[in-house]
């Protein structure tokens, strides 16, 4: 396994700890709104959302001047 081939290290393992809530909270609480509002309304929130975090990612990107 992961373990035994040296992989699965106790750095990675944290990783893995702080990563699982950053995945399952969002997904729940995404799952809950979804059924609460009208499917065009999600996608139009979703829409924003990734926008957004592009467009983050994009300012991020470009060197400091």
């Given at each position: 396994?992961?373990?035994v081939s040296g992989m699965?290290?106790?750095e990675r393992t944290k990783w893995l700890l702080v990563a699982i809530p950053?995945?399952?909270?969002p997904?729940?609480?995404?799952a809950k709104l979804y059924t609460k509002i009208s499917d065009a309304a999600f996608r139009k929130?979703?829409?924003i959302i990734l926008s957004a975090t592009g467009l983050a990612l994009l300012v991020s990107s470009v060197p400091k001047l």
């Open positions: 396994g992961y373990a699965l290290t106790v950053a995945m399952v909270i997904s729940l609480l995404g929130l979703i829409l």
